[in-house]
């Protein structure tokens, strides 16, 4: 059973597009959370969501809105697709508490890539 | 990630010890992570240190804190081709925040 799942692996896509990317855990976690992955790897956090509820925003383009129906899944939608867009998004999930006390389990990624 | 800095490539040889070396910024993680990422893969919990802690060992795998230098290391011992990918230090922040540093690169040769 994949504790963190994403849909879906590869994303190919043309420049101007609306996308999205779905995120289910079944960990009965509290706090869902969006990274991007860079071509350097560098990995940086997007979004975090706790019980549903938006908690954690960094500097990202409106172009990005994630969306939560429920603690269980976390959604990312992209509008107006740029070349920049490309890279691996990671979504992840924990128990719920400060992430200082809290350890986060990854999904496998979604590649995106925009032509 | 500017605040968790790491050397980028290691390569060792099948059999020897491998230590990847991470430095941080945070005075007040009280969590320190080691993530491991096969290629084409996705982010795998390897390990993790209490901040109160000085070493923790895990089979082959061993971390060392040294909490005064914010300095943290991850050894793995005897280490084996399918240790070969990219290994993520990430200190805990405020906040639910998770700062990664680039990635070690670890290519074990035979």
């Known amino acids: 059973d994949t504790a963190v799942s994403q849909t879906p692996k590869y994303l190919v896509t043309q420049m101007g597009n609306d996308k999205s990317i779905k995120c289910e855990q079944n960990?009965?976690?509290?706090?869902m959370y969006w990274y991007k992955q860079d071509s350097k790897k560098f990995l940086k956090i997007m979004f975090s969501y706790n019980n549903k509820e938006l908690i954690i925003n960094e500097t990202v383009p409106n172009r990005f809105s994630p969306k939560s129906p429920d603690k269980a899944h976390l959604n990312l939608h992209i509008n107006s697709l740029e070349l920049g867009d490309s890279a691996v998004y990671f979504c992840?999930?924990?128990?719920?508490?400060?992430?200082?006390?809290?350890?986060?389990?990854f999904g496998p990624g979604t590649r995106l890539t925009v032509l | 990630g500017e605040d968790v800095e790491q050397s980028l490539f290691l390569s060792v040889r099948e059999g020897d010890s491998s230590v990847i070396n991470c430095t941080y910024t945070?005075?007040?993680?009280?969590?320190l992570y080691w993530y491991k990422q096969e290629p084409g893969a996705g982010l795998q919990l390897l390990t993790y240190?209490?901040?109160?802690?000085d070493m923790k060992q895990d089979q082959r795998l061993t971390v060392l804190l040294n909490k005064k230098d914010k300095h943290l290391s991850l050894r793995i011992a005897d280490t084996q081709t399918g240790d070969s990918a990219i290994y993520f230090c990430a200190e805990s922040r405020d906040d639910y925040k998770l700062s990664f540093g680039a990635g070690t690169t670890v290519t074990v040769r035979a």
């Open positions: 945070d005075s007040s993680s009280t969590y």
């Open positions: 992840a999930s924990s128990q719920g508490g400060t992430a200082s006390t809290d350890t986060q389990y």
């Open positions: 960990l009965g976690h509290d706090t």
């Open positions: 240190i209490f901040s109160n802690m």
